[in-house]
């Protein structure tokens, strides 16, 4: 599923031209994410001492693990080292930081569930259900990128779906209105909205033995397309997953258009006030003479 091209790579528009195209990117032995991956755990370690980060959910009921986890995830994102040390990942890879915009740096946690047990869904702490980025945002010069903090298994991962890259999947992105989503986030604060709540889904049955389940090593990342399918897979391991996530947007591409296939999205809206470019922190909506919300032309 991955290749791995070697580093760094002669150009953001060879880099993109892959993306596009559905390629999955798998890059080693960049310096900066072992140091990212080193500090993360470092952080995780101290915040949750002395519980090992891993089983911290045998030590915190399902409502504290929900605020924890939310709020070591808004402390870590907005970290100047961590800001730093993403920054020169896409350089080592061989991005521009003043041609490309990121999204916020994500710290994920997914706890252990048992089957059959019913809990309460939250952002901070639910399997994040199978979709496209785009059904919500339509932005389709969108590279996903993704790690994990420590060692993961199938059974504790997340899983791409590359044979429906050009297949359209039925789904409720044309009655998903994010601009409702992010009224009820700023009225309701940031658990008032669940994943699924929060991303269009599909409205068909997916067979699970599509997915294929994402086991790379911590300090190894992938790299891909916002428009390919992809989902958590439920975990029942008996150990909390960590990673960590973002995106990002060349912002020559976004201005020309230019970027993957749509081949079943049909959301109102395209989002470019969720990005920043990596070099200073610019707004792109500002970058490219738009709103943080624009209305999306839909494909006929």
Known sequence: MYTSPPLPLPSLDAFQDRIYAGDVLRFD??????????????????????????????????????ETFSD???EFGQLSE?????????????????????????????PHQSP????RRAPSTATIAFHRDTWGTNLYAQTNWWTP????SVGRTMALYPTLWSRPVRNSSAAFDLAKVIERRKTGGRNSITSDEAIPHSLEEVAPALG?????????IIAFSGAHAHAGVGNETGLTRISL???????????TGKGAPNVDGRALWMAPGLFRRV????KLEELVGMRGLEPYPLPA
């Open 29 to 66: 032995g960049i310096p900066a994410l072992t140091e990212l991956v080193s500090f993360t755990r470092a952080f995780l370690e101290d915040a949750f001492s002395p519980h090992p980060p891993l089983q911290i959910h045998e030590h915190l009921s399902h409502e504290a693990q929900v």
């Open 72 to 74: 070591c995830a808004r």
């Open 82 to 110: 961590v800001k730093r040390l993403w920054q020169s990942v896409f350089q080592s890879v061989g991005l521009d930081p003043m041609a490309i915009a990121r999204d916020r740096l994500r710290l994920r946690f997914q």
């Open 116 to 119: 059959g047990q019913i809990i």
């Open 149 to 152: 903090i420590y060692p993961i």
């Open 212 to 220: 294929v389940p994402v086991v790379i090593d911590p300090g190894t």
């Open 245 to 255: 996530e973002t995106r990002t947007i060349s912002i020559a591409d976004f201005r």
């Open 279 to 282: 070099a200073d922190g610019a």
